[in-house]
Each structure stands twice: as structure tokens, then as C-alpha cells.
């Protein structure tokens, strides 16, 4: 059973850092694509990076330049280093995963991704 666990959210004060785990377990996911979304209060959720297998990185333009994914395959764990913190950083944060079954879809995209964490939540105060 393919199980992706989120740790590292919290509350910071803007221009803080945060840095957020997601563990895997059930699978090695180092050949894959692997995600960060997030849901801010009363919105949908949204891309905010990704990685893929051959180490290629994508962030969202509200990101770029402050947030940096990477993964530890030998841990097989996915990392998203978040720093100088905005208030409008304030989310839930979701790792995701893909099989390989829906390379029809863009890493940017959560269609692309079969399996989810729970979620952590940040809290960016003013």
C-alpha cells in the first residue's frame, strides 16, 4: 500500500522558512514525477513545484526564486524548502505522487498524480 506522509508545516512569521517533508512508503518513487500543491482558505488547490525523474524542477511563478524541491531517493523522500514566506503562502500543503499511468498529463497538473498525503497545513502571520 503506497502511503505518502507530510511533515514540517507550522506557523511562521513572513519572511521565515519552512521546511516540508513527504515521506514514501510502498513504492520507490525515484523513476517518477513527484508534486507539491497546496489549498489556501476558500480556493482551489493549486501547482506549486514539481520534479521529475531526471531531476528537471518546475515551480509556479508565485514561488519562483523562494521555494526549492528536491528529493533523497535513498530516503525516498520529496522536500520543498520554503523560504521568505508570504502571508498568501498560508495553505495546505499536498505531496503527490505519479505511476507512470497518466504521462498524458503535465507534471503541473494534479491529473498527472495517482497518489496523495494528508496534507500539512502553513500558517504565514503578518
Known amino acids: 500500500q503506497v502511503q505518502l506522509v507530510e511533515s514540517g508545516g507550522g506557523l511562521v512569521q513572513a519572511g521565515g522558512s519552512l521546511r516540508l517533508s513527504c515521506a514514501a512508503s510502498g513504492r520507490t518513487f525515484s523513476n517518477y514525477a513527484l508534486g507539491w500543491f497546496r489549498r489556501a482558505p476558500g480556493k482551489e488547490r493549486e501547482f506549486v513545484s514539481a520534479?521529475?525523474?531526471?531531476?528537471?524542477?518546475y515551480y509556479a511563478d508565485s514561488v519562483k526564486g523562494r521555494f526549492t524541491i528536491s528529493r533523497d531517493s535513498a530516503k525516498n523522500t520529496l522536500y520543498l524548502q520554503m523560504n521568505s514566506l508570504k502571508p498568501e503562502d498560508t495553505a495546505v500543503y499536498y505531496c503527490?505522487?505519479?505511476?507512470?499511468?497518466?504521462?498524458?498529463?503535465?507534471?503541473?497538473?494534479?491529473?498527472?498524480?495517482?497518489?496523495w498525503g494528508q496534507g500539512t497545513q502553513v500558517t504565514v502571520s503578518s
Open positions: 520534479i521529475v525523474w531526471g531531476g528537471s524542477t
Open positions: 503527490a505522487a505519479d505511476s507512470g499511468r497518466r504521462m498524458a498529463y503535465i507534471v503541473t497538473t494534479e491529473q498527472r498524480y495517482d497518489y
